[in-house]
């Protein structure tokens, strides 16, 4: 009798999968969300890998969907160095991707970032992106967040950071022209492990994630916690939460077809009673990303700064100021129209790279920025 094939979609299921069928049932699902997602054809897939069930998990698929589409696959394991021994970790998960299949590369972080998990998150990030970007061909950088991530996230009082399945790399602007996607966002913890089983792979269990000074830590064991109702209820929460992001997202996306480029130097404008038309949840999450996207400062504007800005401009108040993006209301023969410029840098201020230098409409607003 065959093993029955597990429902990855059934979040709090715990299957016993077989280990073709379940690997073959995530390629799929990582499959369907490079198409959704428009990832370039022919583009290497680049899979961050920690050792940890998710992401290895992740780079069996992602290697199943490559033996059936001849795509390229890479491992990037990111060496903190901030533990004894955590380069010989680093050493074992790289030899460990390899003999499955995958080139694979350690990025050793000199010096360690400093401590607590956001400076972690961002070096090794800004390290991901540096080594996607130093491949010198197109590539997607495919994370392994789950469902189980998203409600941590949730019990963290966080909604405004729940991931994307596709975005620009958190990190700005070190991130920037790096697309990540994250295929498992639908599927638990659990079911990725059961696969795991059933395959007879291993998999490495960070101590970190069970130290209680970290706030995810804690999210985490108030979710292993949580009975069947309320992590179903939590469940339909995130998915009303990013259902409502998608539709921000193709109505920013829809703003950004009405801007015009004007060169020398590069800004954009686009119609003042566009702007004014727009919901006021639509306009702040447009501006916070093409204020990101032409700034290139380290920071993503905040909702709250964007809202007072919008706020000064519109009472006719003079340029603003956003995450490095200078923004203000001019008068043109056809109507008042919003400008987007590059703020003057501050003396002695690294020079970054120009989103707004090229089209594709702010290379699609930077990714539209789920972090």
């Known amino acids: 009798m065959n093993t029955p094939r597990p429902d990855l979609s059934t979040t709090g299921a715990h299957p016993e999968a077989d280990g073709d069928d379940g690997i073959a049932m995530l390629a799929a699902r990582v499959e369907d969300c490079l198409r959704a997602h428009e990832a370039s054809r022919g583009a290497a897939l680049v899979v961050a890998l920690s050792g940890g069930g998710d992401s290895v998990a992740l780079l069996h698929a ?34 460990q991707a390899m003999a499955a299949g995958a080139a694979a590369q350690v990025i050793t972080l000199s010096p360690p970032p400093g401590p607590g998990q956001q400076a972690m998150r961002r070096a090794r990030h800004a390290a991901l992106a540096g080594a996607v970007r130093g491949l010198g061909a197109p590539a997607v950088l495919l994370m392994a967040h789950t469902l189980d991530d998203q409600i941590e996230t949730l019990l963290m009082h966080r909604p405004t950071l729940l991931m994307a399945a596709r975005a620009a790399c958190p990190v700005w602007p070190e991130g920037q022209g790096v697309v990540v996607v994250r295929p498992l966002l639908g599927v638990s913890r659990a079911a990725l492990r059961a696969v795991l089983r059933g395959a007879g792979a291993g998999w490495i269990e960070d101590a970190a994630n069970d130290d209680p000074r970290f706030t995810r830590t804690r999210a985490r064991q108030t979710a292993t916690g949580l009975e069947a109702g309320q992590r179903a209820a ?42 004014m038309d727009t919901p006021e949840a639509t306009r702040r999450y447009f501006l916070a990303r093409a204020a990101t996207a032409m700034g290139a400062v380290p920071a993503i504007a905040r909702s709250g700064d ?65 972090a």
């Open 62 to 95: 992602v290697l199943a969907l490559g033996q059936q589409t001849g795509a390229r696959v890479r491992a990037l394991t990111v060496d903190h160095g901030r533990t004894p021994g955590s380069a010989a970790r680093a050493d074992d998960v790289r030899a």
């Open 234 to 275: 939590l469940e339909a929460r995130v998915a009303r939460l990013m259902a409502h992001r998608v539709t921000l997202e193709a109505d920013s996306l829809a703003l950004a077809g009405v801007m015009t480029r004007e060169a020398a130097p590069v800004r954009w404008t686009l119609p003042w009673d566009a702007m």
């Open 306 to 370: 964007v809202g007072a800005a919008w706020q000064h401009l519109a009472a006719g108040g003079g340029a603003r100021t956003l995450a490095g993006c200078r923004l203000a209301r001019r008068e043109g023969r056809t109507g008042d129209r919003l400008e987007l410029t590059r703020a003057p840098r501050p003396r002695g201020g690294a020079p970054a790279p120009c989103a707004g230098a090229e089209d594709s409409r702010f290379h699609r607003l930077a990714g539209l920025f789920g």
